[in-house]
């Protein structure tokens, strides 16, 4: 394993983070933790990078203990935090040379890992880091994180505030670090970045919902969901959340998604509500579950 | 003008330098739309929306918000529209009935006007409990809620939302949604920037920019026909990968 994780808890005063949280990660695996802001995401990366001691459990990244071999830890991963923490002052390349003498090595020795996304931005290798665009910024930091060639590659939300072009790029070169021998944990609070993991972990206010993989998650989904659609979105919303049968009613794109709580729901029977509720243009189809249907399922 | 018409842009252009951050763009937003103001990072949304909200002249071009003219009449611009976001919420060392009072009293609502403001938004989110409870100690998704609410709190014509729901639950993030539909539904404006693209499928209609242009504009339906893919991420991928 590359990563293990034994009932780890940790509260800050009256804050629970984190409560009794146990995951393994595979070596090579790509693994998500997916949850929103306060989960508790943060939390568990710090302890795992041997930043903050947990109250309780214990753990181990590359075989060691994140307590008693904290100084092996430090030198086996790379650690990619949430806010951009590298020197703004410093440009591109110094940035990058300054981590690979901080970890005994230089950018030459390591450079075939780094060469697809450096080569990227390269052309800005004498610009200060604090003048490059997010997009950039996160590049370099990725770089910086994997100069010294880790085992373990910890991404704390590394897509969050990205646009949709440039988080598919990132994604893309994170598959393409695994393929050479790199385990990856990774945050977003992105559901649909869920589905690009091998295996994810459902984590919301400091538990954990579900491990499975992305797959296996959906077809855990307890119920029939159903894609409706009107002439008014305000009103449908409005109309569903106030018809009794409902189980759960949530906006999703162009359509609500809409389950039951009977056993024998007949889409008819909706339809005819909905048209006493003045809507038109009624469309109820069945649809299948996502990563975020069942993260909500489970969070209610 | 045309009353319905909230937002009149015409070949609105802004330049740093030799660098156009904002290429003559040219849109209209109806009232009560939802208008989705997507881009990629860097393609001049924030530019184009702090023309749009006052805080920024341009360097060419026409604008017309919520009735009044961008360049001559900024300070009224301001105080017809709402403003709210993901970064700028509330001020976390004020409790939530302080920041509706602080903010109410900043729009010149009247005291009396305030109380009734302030009972009725702590009742319609249901914060009654924490109503005394420093903004701070609050969950991001509350803090949202009532940060989109007190963007409302004078009643303004148009509301500009700048990703609003960045790294809130999904749960609240419809819940946050809904209560966009329902500003919308008594006649405000929304005009809102999100990277979440099933929220740009939320929206009446969507404009994308690229490197400072506008390079569509149009319904999420229409878009999506016109690109030949079946969800807005595609629509955006295509757009922006060139």
Redesign the interface.
């Known amino acids: 394993m590359s990563i293990s994780v034994n009932h780890i808890s940790k509260s800050y005063k009256k804050v629970k983070a984190l409560q009794d949280i146990s995951f393994e990660v595979k070596q090579n695996e790509l693994f998500g933790l997916i949850g929103p802001d306060g989960a508790g995401k943060t939390t568990l990366f710090r302890i795992l990078t041997t930043l903050l001691f947990p109250n309780e459990g214990t753990a181990t990244v590359a075989g060691f203990d994140v307590v008693t071999d904290y100084k092996k830890i430090r030198n086996s991963v790379g650690y990619m935090p949430g806010k951009f923490s590298l020197y703004q002052d410093l440009t591109v390349e110094e940035n990058l040379n300054f981590f690979a003498t901080i970890f005994g090595t230089t950018i030459e020795e390591n450079y075939d890992l780094i060469k697809d996304i450096y080569v990227q931005i390269e052309p800005f290798k004498n610009r200060r880091a604090g003048k490059l665009s997010g997009g950039m910024k996160q590049k370099l930091a990725l770089c910086c994180a994997l100069i010294h060639k880790p085992k373990v590659l910890f991404l704390d939300e590394p897509t969050t505030g990205v646009d949709p072009v440039s988080r598919k790029e990132f994604w893309d070169m994170l598959k393409r670090l695994q393929q050479k021998n790199i385990t990856i944990l990774v945050s977003t609070p992105y559901m649909d970045e869920a589905a690009l993991c091998d295996r994810i972990a459902l984590i919301q206010d400091g538990k954990i919902l579900e491990i499975d993989t992305p797959e296996a998650i959906v077809k855990h989904f307890p119920k029939q969901i159903y894609n409706v659609r009107a002439n008014n979105m305000y009103q449908l919303i409005t109309s569903l959340n106030e018809y009794q049968h409902n189980h759960s009613v949530y906006p999703f794109g162009e359509f609500v998604h809409y389950t039951d709580s009977r056993t024998d729901f007949n889409p008819n029977d909706l339809k005819v509500y909905l048209e006493s509720k003045n809507l038109f243009n009624i469309e109820i189809e069945k649809t299948k579950a996502t990563i975020e249907d069942t993260f909500m399922e489970l969070a209610k | 003008m045309n009353n319905n018409k909230v937002i009149q842009v015409e070949g609105l252009t802004k330049t740093f330098g030799d660098f156009t951050a904002v290429n003559a763009i040219t849109f209209e937003v109806e009232k009560g739309e939802i208008f989705g103001f997507l881009?990629?990072?860097?393609?001049g949304k924030t530019t184009a929306m702090k023309m749009l909200i006052g805080i920024s002249n341009p360097t060419s071009g026409k604008a017309n918000v919520a009735g009044f003219d961008v360049f001559t009449h900024a300070e009224d611009i301001k105080k017809n529209i709402g403003y709210m976001s993901?970064k700028f919420a509330l001020y976390d060392d004020l409790t939530v009935k302080e920041n509706i009072t602080f903010f109410g009293g900043i729009y010149g609502l009247p005291r009396k006007r305030i109380k009734e403001k302030s009972e009725i938004l702590i009742q319609e989110l249901g914060l009654e409990k924490v109503a005394n409870t420093l903004v701070g100690a609050l969950?991001?998704?509350w803090k949202q809620k009532l940060s989109f609410s007190v963007s409302l709190i004078h009643d303004p014509k148009i509301v500009f939302l700048d990703?609003p729901t960045?790294?809130?639950?999904?749960?609240?993030r419809?819940q946050f949604?809904?209560m966009i539909?329902?500003a919308?539904?008594e006649g405000t404006t929304v005009f809102v920037t999100t990277?979440?693209?099933?929220e740009a499928?939320?929206c009446d209609r969507v404009s994308i920019m690229v490197n400072g242009k506008i390079e569509a504009l149009d319904t999420?339906?229409k878009l999506k026909e016109q690109f030949k893919v079946d969800?807005?991420?595609d629509v955006?991928?295509k757009l922006?990968?060139g």
């Open positions: 881009g990629a990072n860097g393609a993901q969950p991001l998704g990703e960045g790294g809130v639950d999904p749960i609240t419809r949604w809904e539909y329902k919308a539904h990277h979440y693209m099933d499928e939320y999420p339906k969800n807005m991420n955006f991928l922006a990968r």
